[in-house]
DNA sequence: ATATTTAACTTTGCAATACAAAGTAATTTG
DNA sequence: CAAATTACTTTGTATTGCAAAGTTAAATAT
């Protein structure tokens, strides 16, 4: 029994960054407002959950238009899907014990 | 896609006291410093997350002598067991998407 | 019999986090 | 021109997380 907690990610334990990734990691370019609504947060809070993932490259950015709307949506970067698989397995070999 | 995080419950959010959820599933009556020792983290600081479960009746204490040694152990309540399982099929149903 | 050690906390103090609400900017639609 | 929409940013506050130091009580070493 070691370690065992070494494997989790701080930046995936809050549930809304978590939310994000695993939306994410199924789906390409989700955008702002079907996240917002999706998780049942408040835009600036989505926003700054955003900001910290894609500080940590785990996230990218792309912001187009849709007709004449501004969209802004997100995809996972490889090394995001990697390290949130990574946290996945951690958890995972958390639970199912030492 | 709806409600995704809800299931989510905040007391074990935090990394350490997941790693003491996880622990107390398997394990019965652990003590203080196995807790302290398998998860890195100093005394303080367990005490303060333990006295959070406690008082959500997620673990429940022991104080006793082991020889002539004080020994303080957790046990998970079957309140702690069930919710911790509640939260873990709300990771998993998290992860699996959808 | 003092002094030190050990176990398990509690307190302190500070930095980081989380979040809602309000404000902003650049369109676009009425 | 006014109101709405998108996607933020800023502000303010409350909560959390954590290390480090202090505390208590009993145990053991000198």
Redesign the interface.
């Known amino acids: 029994?070691?370690?065992?907690?070494?494997g989790?990610n701080?930046s995936f334990?809050?549930?809304?960054r978590?939310?994000i990734m695993?939306?994410l990691?199924?789906n390409d370019w989700v955008d702002f407002g079907e996240l917002k609504e999706?998780?049942?947060v408040t835009d600036g809070n989505l926003a700054s959950h955003i900001t910290a993932l894609e500080k940590e490259k785990y996230i990218q950015v792309r912001k187009a238009f849709i007709g004449k709307k501004p969209n802004t949506s997100f995809q996972a970067t490889s090394e995001g899907k990697q390290a949130f698989q990574a946290h996945?397995n951690a958890?995972e070999a958390?639970?199912k014990?030492m």
């Open positions: 029994m070691k370690n065992l907690i070494a989790i701080k334990e809050n549930r809304i978590l939310g695993s939306i990691m199924v999706t998780l049942g996945l958890l958390l639970i014990g």
